[in-house]
């Protein structure tokens, strides 16, 4: 279930492209991790400009290999759990960490470390821990009256949905995420 999403590329980016079209490929050396922040091997970046660029230029590939477009290189991110990170604005609308918004939650992962993941139309993505808690309470269940809690915890059974929408619930495995949503945690270069 490898999800290609590609971001519009700039004039110049296309330009660099055609003009060094075999530049190598990073590995190894731009990871994302589960609150969205970037970092290199030196440390977390920081720079609101760089992380501005680094969240524009995010795209994947058909193996499910995320990515950065930086001019005619491709720098392989390392995910730390899965390729988005979801928050809540003000709202209560799921947002991306590059600010795009959800439109329609498909479903949600349970994994056994006790992540909560949504399927939506742009990937898969962790919400953000501190956003959890306003999260469950806007998840509704169908009947009424079921604690949405209760089915997450497996111990009650009810269709749930999150602002009209009605997702299907998973349990897996946090090791099951990449095989079963298609991306690659760690790209490698091709031997």
Request: with cysteine; proline share 8%.
């Amino acid at each position: 279930m490898s999800t290609a999403y590609r971001p519009p590329l700039a004039p110049d980016v296309e330009r660099a492209l055609a003009r060094w079209p075999h530049v190598p490929a990073a590995f190894g050396w731009l990871a994302l991790d589960r609150r969205g922040r970037w970092s290199v091997p030196d440390g977390r970046i920081t720079h609101p400009g760089t992380i501005a660029f680094l969240q524009s230029h995010y795209g994947a590939d058909e193996q499910g290999r995320w990515f950065v477009q930086n001019g005619p290189q491709r720098a392989y991110v390392t995910l730390d759990l899965a390729p988005w990170v979801f928050s809540l604005d003000g709202t209560g609308a799921v947002v991306a960490f590059n600010g795009r918004r959800i439109e329609a939650p498909r479903t949600l992962v349970v994994t056994d470390s006790g992540d909560l993941l949504l399927m939506t139309e742009i990937g898969l993505g962790n919400v953000l821990d501190k956003d959890l808690a306003p999260f469950i309470d806007q998840l509704g269940t169908t009947p009424g009256g079921v604690s949405p809690l209760a089915v997450l915890a497996g111990e009650a059974s009810a269709a749930l949905c999150y602002r009209g929408h009605m997702l299907a619930l998973e349990r897996l495995t946090s090791a099951a995420l990449p095989a079963r949503f298609g991306f690659t945690p760690t790209p490698q270069a091709a031997a």
